[in-house]
């Protein structure tokens, strides 16, 4: 073993990674389109592995099935649904028009559901345990990619005495194994899987890895589409979803988590269609509405909590949660009973303040949630809530981020992966695991985790 990593000419020996770090990232596909889709870059990765501690990483995996089961449950609910947005659906057009898309009944169909479960390192006395950020049950990405960054640390380590010490990641191949998994249930020879992309991604190099393979070693029929493109052509025959002469079996959201994404009427009624047909939909509208992150806050209380999962799964699950509160919420805080609006203005550094929406960079931090907290009315706080920071010790990392070597303190995001297929809402799970990881490393200084948004970049998990 010719380096030791446990010193400082460990981060030495990290830098004098980037070359070859780069040449990697071009080889397998750890790249990203510019924002004018002009040129392909590597995507901001991490030269020096995350230390984790063992016992955090295991919590955070094995509790993600917990949730799959929990979220399966939630959205099953349609009046729990209606009850716990009804007055976000008041002063949220996006949450009220997602609303409007679900038939009078539902039909019956099987449930599939490609997630990921974030979550930070929270430092408890002695203990390190993961406190969820969110749960991302539509559009989770970077499995693939993630799975190479984590190829490419053992293989730049593979001299150096943490060779052994990756948790090795397979979420690549954890989700053509769900495809292919689903498909049997689900698909037909006439039919074909349908992934609902944005023309404009400049993510696109993580899809086409996957796509390739269910197309190549599968034989599964797959095509893509915009929203915009399956709301004009597609139609309805027989309850079943038609698009370009073919039957949807599964439609796969990668697109339609933001307002943004519905630039037309056709994008909407495309979200009709697949509610309305046998498709299953992944996600479906239901679950779309269970992720609003006012959903966190409702199941953090230990009644509703328990309507859903028993006593040994609510604690497991409670462990993992922080405070939220409703800005209009009366709340105890380090010492103080009030307002949680005010406690937040005078504490800004303890909380995030969130709308109900996914994809980032939409949250308010410090002095901007400040801004924020005096200005909007009681009946516009009705579209965030408020979630306690998660806090974490900042650990020294190497970083490559456009060609240029960083150095400094940093904090980290750990998601596991999660799949759940079953039948049909309610029935038990066919599969319920979790499926390899993401970990996104950022600057401490950064708020924001995106790594397409630039704050964050690609990392893998070595042990201490
Ligand atoms: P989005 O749907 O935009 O991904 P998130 O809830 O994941 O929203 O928040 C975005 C980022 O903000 C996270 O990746 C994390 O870096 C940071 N963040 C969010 N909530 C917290 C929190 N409670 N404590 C610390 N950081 C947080
Ligand atoms: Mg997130």
């Not at 000419?9 to 924002?35: D, M, N, W």
């Not at 399966?72 to 609303?99: H, I, M, N, T, W």
């Not at 609510?314 to 005010?342: I, P, Y």
């Not at 940093?410 to 990881?437: D, H, I, K, M, Q």
């Amino acid at each position: 073993m010719s380096v030791s990593c446990t010193q400082d000419r460990c981060y030495e020996f990290a830098a004098s990674l980037a070359p070859a770090a780069t040449q990697f990232a071009y080889t397998h596909g750890i790249v990203r389109y510019t924002k004018d889709l002009s040129r392909v870059v590597p995507l901001p990765m991490s030269l020096s592995p995350w230390r984790a501690d063992p016992q955090m990483v295991k919590d955070t995996r094995e509790i993600t099935p917990v949730y799959n089961r929990l979220y399966a449950r939630v959205s099953a609910q349609r009046d729990f649904l209606a009850e716990g947005l009804a007055s976000a659906r008041k002063v949220d057009p996006f949450v009220a028009r997602l609303f409007d898309c679900l038939p009078e009944t539902l039909p019956e169909k099987p449930e599939l559901f490609i997630n990921r479960n974030d979550c930070m390192p929270h430092v408890e006395g002695e203990e390190v345990v993961p406190k969820q950020v969110e749960m991302n049950l539509m559009a989770a990405s970077l499995g693939v990619v993630s799975a190479s960054v984590n190829r490419m640390h053992r293989y730049l380590y593979a001299e150096t005495e943490l060779a052994d010490q990756f948790y090795v990641n397979n979420a690549g191949d954890d989700l053509v194994d769900t495809f292919v998994q689903a498909w049997k249930l689900i698909g037909s020879r006439d039919s074909v899987l349908l992934w609902i992309v944005d023309p404009g991604e400049p993510n696109i190099f993580d899809m086409r890895a996957t796509e390739t393979r269910l197309v190549v070693d599968h034989g599964i029929p797959l095509l893509r589409c915009s929203l915009d493109e399956l709301g004009s052509e597609g139609n309805l025959q027989n309850g079943d979803l038609h698009f370009r002469g073919r039957k949807v079996a599964i439609a796969y959201f990668r697109i339609g988590y933001a307002p943004t994404h519905y630039t037309t009427p056709n994008c909407w009624k495309a979200r009709e269609l697949i509610e309305a047909s046998s498709a299953v939909s992944v996600p479906s509208v239901s679950v779309q509405l269970a992720n609003m992150k006012k959903f966190q806050h409702i199941l953090a209380d230990p009644a509703t909590l328990r309507r859903f999962v028993d006593e040994r799964e609510a604690r497991q699950l409670e462990r993992t949660f922080v405070r939220f509160a409703r800005l209009e919420d009366e709340l105890e805080w380090r010492g103080q009973r009030g307002k949680a609006r005010d406690l937040a203005i005078a504490h800004p550094d303890d909380f995030v303040m969130k709308p109900h929406r996914e994809g980032g960079a939409n949250n308010f931090f410090g002095p901007d949630m400040v801004a924020q907290l005096k200005t909007l009315s009681v009946e516009e706080s009705e579209a965030f809530i408020l979630m306690e920071m998660i806090r974490q010790e900042p650990f020294r990392s190497i970083r490559l981020v456009n060609g240029q070597v960083e150095d400094g303190p940093c904090f980290t995001e750990l998601g596991v992966f999660g799949v759940y297929l079953s039948a049909g809402p309610g029935a038990e799970p066919l599969l319920n695991r979790e499926g390899g990881y993401l970990l996104r490393t950022k600057d401490q200084a950064n708020k924001e985790g995106l790594v397409l948004g630039g704050f964050s970049f690609m990392d893998s998990v070595a042990t201490l």
